[in-house]
């Protein structure tokens, strides 16, 4: 599903996470390919913590990668300037970090009502929310002091 407000070519959060999972084709949008491969970034920094810098370089790439995409496939009209003045591919991949460390301590903790599970999911929560706010356009709302009704 995209969402088909002010940025109809961005996924909304439901469908990042999908793509997070590996459980959505990625050939259907390069965004949710992009969430995909940065997820799988992540997971392998988790797992080779010594391979941090290349990893991390490949992810800033990536970043710039969607970022560039977005200020070429999404129309700059006031409507959706609050998207051209996040970064997109920053959030999405605060996004992915948050669901791949969420989805670890859910496999790896002794109990899922562990505080740390309930609270790697909150925050993967929070992130999907400031996504979907930043496709509404709610972020520039907030940036003005009000919460939208």
Same mark, same amino acid.
């Given at each position: 599903?995209?969402?088909?407000?002010?940025?109809?070519?961005?996924?909304? @959060?439901?469908?990042?996470? /999908? %793509?997070? +999972?590996?459980?959505?084709?990625? $050939? !259907?949008?390069?965004? #949710?390919?992009?969430?995909?491969?940065?997820?799988?970034?992540?997971?392998?920094? @988790?797992?080779?913590?010594? /391979? %941090?810098? +290349?990893?991390?370089?490949?992810? $800033? !790439?990536?970043?710039? #990668?969607?970022?560039?995409?977005?200020?070429?496939?999404?129309?700059?009209?006031?409507?959706?300037?609050?998207?051209? %003045?996040?970064?997109?591919?920053?959030?999405?991949?605060?996004?992915?970090?948050?669901?791949?460390?969420?989805?670890?301590?859910?496999?790896?903790?002794?109990?899922?009502?562990?505080?740390?599970?309930?609270?790697?999911?909150?925050?993967?929560?929070?992130?999907?929310?400031?996504?979907?706010?930043?496709?509404?356009?709610?972020?520039?709302?907030?940036?003005?002091?009000?919460?939208?009704?």
């Amino acid at each position: 599903m995209f969402v088909h407000t002010t940025a109809r070519n961005l996924p909304d @959060q439901r469908t990042l996470v /999908a %793509a997070f +999972g590996g459980q959505l084709g990625t $050939a !259907e949008n390069p965004v #949710t390919g992009w969430a995909h491969a940065l997820a799988e970034l992540h997971r392998q920094r @988790q797992l080779d913590p010594l /391979a %941090a810098a +290349g990893i991390d370089c490949r992810r $800033a !790439e990536l970043v710039a #990668t969607l970022d560039n995409w977005v200020v070429e496939h999404v129309p700059h009209r006031q409507a959706t300037a609050h998207i051209h %003045a996040q970064s997109v591919g920053a959030t999405i991949d605060r996004m992915a970090a948050a669901h791949v460390h969420a989805s670890h301590l859910l496999y790896t903790a002794e109990q899922v009502s562990d505080a740390r599970v309930h609270a790697a999911w909150y925050r993967l929560a929070l992130i999907a929310d400031e996504w979907t706010d930043l496709l509404l356009g709610a972020a520039r709302e907030r940036v003005r002091g009000r919460r939208p009704a």
